[in-house]
């Protein structure tokens, strides 16, 4: 039952605030200055005896003399499921729309975007694709690695090698955003931290904040940056040990792309007629 007068989700800690002022009330051991357990009334005198007792106080007689602004009961956690569906959803529409991707050019490029892709891959190598994972989960930024590994494949390269190469180099960028952020925590670097504070979805904070290592997994398995994640977890101060197993929640994600890339289709062997003189 709340009343018209009190705002939602706020206490009303007037009438216990008055008590205090005319010394009625000790607050028990233990309590936090300024804030109450509950809502009270004014005191009033318990019938045979001497004691001032306190009275709860019911929504109805709340006035607005005793509602207080600035102290505010917990956001709810109902948004919570709403992220969670909202990142599936993305995940759900980014396979979908890199399998409609693939399967048009197959289909209408598929000998330039071969070629394309032997020259990217001869040019830059498996040390370039190395290169280009680690920077794109080494750093807070919106591109995705993923026509990278789908270039890869077409260019000839194994399957199994591309998955250990972008494997390995987003490990490895997961422990180098790890130790950035314990160094914008420990050296208090000003704009780096309002950074990553700006850049940093409140889910993904409070995730991290709650579960620890294992909200780093849970965030490494979403469709963010990976740099977001750990970045967050070394700034929060995760424990490192647990933090090494956590950046393995982005290897199904590599794999998943990997298995869905197509391999560029064998060149149907030519025969030459010849002519046989007799």
Request: a positive charge; charged letters at 20%; glycine letters at 8%.
């Amino acid at each position: 039952k709340t009343s018209p007068h009190c705002p939602p989700r706020r206490r009303c800690l007037g009438a216990r605030r008055r008590e205090v002022v005319r010394g009625g009330w000790t607050p028990p051991e233990g309590a936090r200055p300024g804030r109450l357990p509950m809502h009270f009334n004014h005191r009033y005198m318990a019938e045979g005896t001497t004691e001032e007792v306190v009275q709860p106080l019911t929504g109805g007689e709340r006035d607005a003399e005793d509602c207080l602004s600035g102290d505010q009961s917990p956001p709810p956690s109902e948004g919570e499921p709403v992220a969670w569906r909202f990142f599936l959803a993305k995940v759900l529409l980014s396979v979908t729309l890199f399998i409609v991707l693939t399967l048009l050019l197959e289909r209408f490029a598929e000998e330039p975007v071969t070629a394309a892709s032997e020259q990217l891959m001869a040019c830059i190598g498996l040390p370039g694709l190395f290169a280009a994972v680690f920077v794109a989960d080494g750093l807070p930024q919106p591109f995705t690695y993923v026509p990278l590994i789908f270039m890869a494949v077409k260019g000839s390269v194994q399957k199994p090698v591309v998955f250990a190469t972008c494997a390995a180099a987003s490990y490895c960028a997961a422990l180098l955003g790890y130790l950035v952020g314990a160094s914008i925590k420990a050296r208090r670097i000003s704009r780096l931290d309002d950074l990553l504070k700006r850049l940093t979805a409140p889910a993904v904070m409070d995730i991290m904040t709650r579960r620890g290592p294992l909200g780093v997994f849970l965030a490494a398995l979403m469709p963010i940056p990976l740099a977001i994640a750990t970045w967050t977890a070394g700034y929060l101060g995760v424990d490192f040990r647990q933090f090494l197993l956590a950046p393995l929640g982005r290897m199904p994600k590599i794999l998943l792309f990997v298995l869905l890339s197509r391999e560029p289709q064998a060149a149907s062997p030519v025969i030459e007629d010849t002519v046989v003189d007799q």
